[in-house]
């Protein structure tokens, strides 16, 4: 029997909404052949297992940020004030997807898939946001005294620690709770202190009035 390409693709979609909402415990095969309106056999004609979705869910994840990434980074027609903008919005919506249960599941029961995602992170944080640093750079909008690296690294350190629940579940219960609620706020907030702290004052007044 051939395969159906809108049926692999919704069984896909129905399974990332999914994940994303419940965590990866939480959702059965079942539920997703439930919603769909299909029998388990046809998702696994498509699909392996249940991890097999998850580890797919991320391989599109992956790739959606950073097709979207690399075209803002490579528009030659906003400002560099413009692309911050651009890249911090198109970041903190993909990173909030990712819920604590989400990623307590990954962790426990996906430990592979957890590599690859801070891999990914990294990969992010060194190769794209150093390059958006370098143009802020050339560009005359980050003070000439900051030392790129530390930037990114910076950077890199709070999109890997600040999105772990086993990191945040160190901290104190009062630091903890103060904290925002949803990691798309947490890494919203953590970008601003980066940014604000880099960039010249024309740059700042910029990225304040656009």
Known sequence: MPRNN??????????TQLFFDKGYKKVTVDEI??????????IYKYYESKQDLLEKTF?????????????ILDRKNISFIEKLKNMM???????GRMNSDLIADIQENVPHLWIKINNYKHEAAFLRFNRLIEEGIAKGKIKKNINKNLVVALYACAIETLLDPN??????????KKLPKYHSDIFDQTLKIIYEGILTDDALDSLSNS
């Open 89 to 95: 919005s198109h970041i903190g919506v993909a990173m």
């Open 59 to 71: 391989d599109n994840w992956r790739i959606s940020i950073s097709s979207e990434i690399n075209e």
């Open 167 to 176: 990191f945040l579940n160190t901290l104190p219960p009062d630091m903890k």
């Open 33 to 42: 052949a439930s919603n769909l309106a299909i029998s388990k056999k046809t």
């Open 6 to 15: 809108e049926i692999e693709k919704e069984i896909l979609k129905e399974a």
